[in-house]
């Protein structure tokens, strides 16, 4: 009888391997010796991904070629293939597969992984009717975790829905970008515009919120107002208040119609004390973190990339000491509470500064399994690092536990405590409201000391009694609206995890509770890396703008508002989670997005066809590509920057090349400049022979003909 553990990655397998008694390597496999296993059980991985959709020229030669005719690409049945590069590993995994009498799913326990596992099993051909399978689904790669879910594996057909709600967003997905970015890229090409424009279910609704944002800003035209504030002096003290309730005045009449009507006027005047109150007040630490939220918080203090973070927490888990990573989750069970409590004095040696952490029941903000679904929140594990193991951490990862170990541990520790004062002072019939905070017990705030950006400065005011007399300066300060504030990483994935629902909208609050975000947890950070790497999103000083390429596609998608709506989006991840709990099939959701793919196939010729913005844009496009192009500018010639060498154009002559390369060394702008003006270079470090050699030598041009000078 022979077991088979499948991981999805070689380091994964490493893991297990290393909780388990005795085991034997062996080309793409690992032989098992271990009491709580049956005999004979082999461990063997992919390599992430083993089996991916075909593309569609698969299906059929003709779609090698781009061609509006050739749409829409429906297939009748999904094709998958085993990539060149990883089908010696699928031929190993295969046979064991084959072998297996029983084989357990131990990929990472997300939908993700139920699709690496599945799609393996299924494109190996075997009859998984005739096997046992079980699924190990654990929140820590710990010996002692990977024990616990070897003893208390679970059915694997439990699971399979997950697979097939994995697999319809893949093929979803697959739909939309084959379909939808040959027709706009030949769509855009008949009006002129190079390059290939893609579309993509998340990637599309995620840009044009940047694009939106970028238009917000750009067409903000400020408004100016005035405010009425009074700058208070009592006993010997100032402080300012603001008028009560606030508002707003548009112009000086309004503002001086307000103030004859409440008996005041500018500059000095009396003023009374009209109410002191004194109220102590308890804030309570941050929550624990789900993914989005610490890919938020790590880059709004560090301005590190969504991707980048999730590969840090990655390390970090896969390195033992945080829990998985791929979390929407801000939520702990008893379980992982009372292990917490257990490792307070190890986890304490940590952080610099002595605390107390009395809160030792847990509390309902942090700990509540019924709102644990797949995975808790991203917390320590029970392998607390040495100062000398973290040291040896990448700085990032370093920033990050740092981050999560405090904020866990916060909530632990008391309430951060203040007093906070309230002073209403009348002067003539107008009433100013001035609000003062005194910390009275810093409680967990200690914990983030060093972060004092996250922490409000407390105003502190003077003692004062009601009916004091004392003396106000009424000012008129005159103020501008400020434009909305670009996109960060940080604030894109709050707002990919919200469908575009920010805080400051009204009734945010309860609107959250509800929305479905779009993407995934395990997908967002990605999704932002391709539109980087597409040259749609661009990061400036850790703002994200959308450049001029992007611009190009959010104004071609505008008028489809099915692919640009976050909303829209939402509701699919809404129908895709159906999928896994069987309230809906898969052959329901793909009808579904064949419909809108046919639906854009239809409209959007038309739309581009008659849109003047699109043509605006385009022309717009082309003279910042011609711009972009122009590499140096000097009396004699005009040398233009294309993919791999320079086109010299003179102001007489014939136009010729020059190498970015020559010689294994790159030829740079003062090189260049220095060939076009004087036909010869000074001498240049850093050639290479063919035989790898270092040397030093002029350039020379000869006619159009580049060639070495050595004397």
């Known amino acids: 009888m022979t077991t088979v553990i499948l991981a999805e990655k070689p380091s994964q397998a490493r893991s297990y391997v290393e909780a388990f008694q005795r085991s034997t390597k062996k080309q793409g496999y690992y032989i098992i010796n271990d009491s709580l296993l049956p005999p004979d059980t082999v461990i063997t991985f992919g390599f992430g991904h083993l089996v991916e ?47 297996a009498d029983t084989i357990v799913v131990a990929t990472d326990s997300d939908r993700e992984g139920e699709n690496i596992a599945w799609s393996i099993m299924n494109q190996a051909k075997i009859n998984l009717k005739q096997k046992t399978i079980k699924r190990l689904w654990i929140n820590s790669l710990e010996k002692d975790a990977i024990r616990s879910g070897f003893k208390a594996l679970k059915d694997g057909w439990a699971f399979y829905p997950k ?15 084959m379909n939808g970015s040959p027709l706009y890229t030949l769509l855009l090409r008949q009006n002129g515009v190079r390059g290939v424009y893609s579309i993509g279910r998340v990637q599309t609704p995620t840009l044009y919120m940047v694009y939106q944002r970028d238009q917000a800003i750009k067409n903000f035209k400020p408004e100016p107002y005035f405010e009425l504030n009074a700058e208070i002096l009592a006993n010997q003290q100032k402080f300012v208040a603001k008028l009560d309730p606030y508002q707003r005045f548009k112009d000086e009449t309004g503002l001086m119609t307000f103030m004859q009507a409440k008996h005041v006027q500018k500059g000095s005047q009396d003023g009374l004390i009209k109410d002191v109150q004194k109220q102590g007040k308890k804030s309570a630490s941050p929550r624990l973190f789900s993914l989005s939220a610490l890919q938020t918080m790590i880059n709004r203090r560090y ?32 379980q992982e509470f009372t292990y917490l409590r257990q490792n307070l004095a190890r986890y304490q040696k940590l952080v610099s500064k002595e605390i107390a952490l009395p809160q030792i029941e847990p509390q309902s903000r942090y700990v509540n399994g019924k709102k644990v ?19 040896k951490l990448s700085k990032l990862e370093q920033q990050v536990y740092d981050l999560v170990l405090r904020t866990t541990l916060a909530m632990f520790a008391d309430p951060y405590e203040y007093e906070e004062t309230t002073i209403i002072t009348q002067v003539g019939d107008a009433n100013f409201k001035a609000t003062g905070k005194v910390p009275t017990k810093q409680g967990w705030q200690a914990l983030f000391d060093d972060h004092k950006a996250d922490q409000q400065e407390a105003a502190t005011l003077p003692i004062v009694h009601q009916g004091d007399q004392v003396q106000a300066n009424l000012q008129t300060p005159q103020k501008e609206t400020t434009p909305p504030v670009p996109f960060t990483e940080g604030t894109l994935i709050t707002a990919m995890k919200t469908a575009g629902k920010t805080l400051d909208d009204e009734a945010a609050q309860a609107i ?66 159906q999928i896994s709990t069987e309230e809906r099939t898969p052959d329901n959701f793909l009808n579904q ?26 022309d717009h496009q082309q003279q910042a590509q011609k711009a972009a192009e122009v590499f140096l500018e000097t009396p004699q010639a005009t040398v233009l920057n294309k993919q791999k060498f320079y086109i010299v154009k003179p102001k007489q002559g014939e136009d010729f090349t020059l190498p970015k390369k020559w010689s294994s060394k790159t030829l740079g702008k003062t090189a260049i400049k220095a060939l076009v003006t004087k036909g010869e270079t000074s001498k240049l470090k850093g050639f290479k022979s063919k035989k790898g050699k270092s040397f030093d030598a002029k350039l020379k041009l000869d006619g159009h003909k580049l060639s070495f000078d050595f004397d």
């Open 303 to 334: 301005h590190a990339s969504a991707a980048d973070v999730l590969k840090a927490v990655q390390a970090l888990y896969e390195a033992k000491y945080l829990s998985y990573p791929r979390t929407d989750s801000q939520y702990i069970t008893d």
């Open 53 to 99: 959709l075909a593309a569609p020229e698969a299906y059929d030669a003709k779609y090698k070629h781009w061609s509006l005719s050739n749409l829409p690409i429906f297939p009748a049945h999904y094709q998958f293939i085993v990539p060149t590069d990883k089908k010696a590993q699928f031929k190993i995994v295969k046979e064991w597969l084959s072998k």
């Open 593 to 618: 997005i064949k419909k809108f793919v046919a639906k854009l196939i239809a409209d959007v010729p038309t739309q581009l066809t008659g849109s003047a913005a699109i043509k605006q844009q385009i």
């Open 373 to 391: 679904q797949e995975h808790h929140a991203i917390i320590m594990t029970k392998t607390v690092p040495s100062q000398e193991q973290l040291a």
């Open 163 to 177: 697979y097939q709600e994995a697999q319809t967003r893949q093929i979803s997905d697959w739909l939309i970008g």
């Open 512 to 577: 959250l509770k509800d929305v479905q975000g779009i993407g995934t947890s395990a997908t967002r950070a990605n999704v932002l890396e391709i539109l980087k790497k597409r040259g749609y999103l661009v990061t400036e000083k850790n703002k994200l703008h959308v450049s001029e390429a992007g611009i190009t596609l959010c104004k071609a998608v505008e008028l489809e508002p099915l692919l640009t709506s976050p909303e829209m989006t939402a509701k699919w991840e809404q129908a895709l989670q």
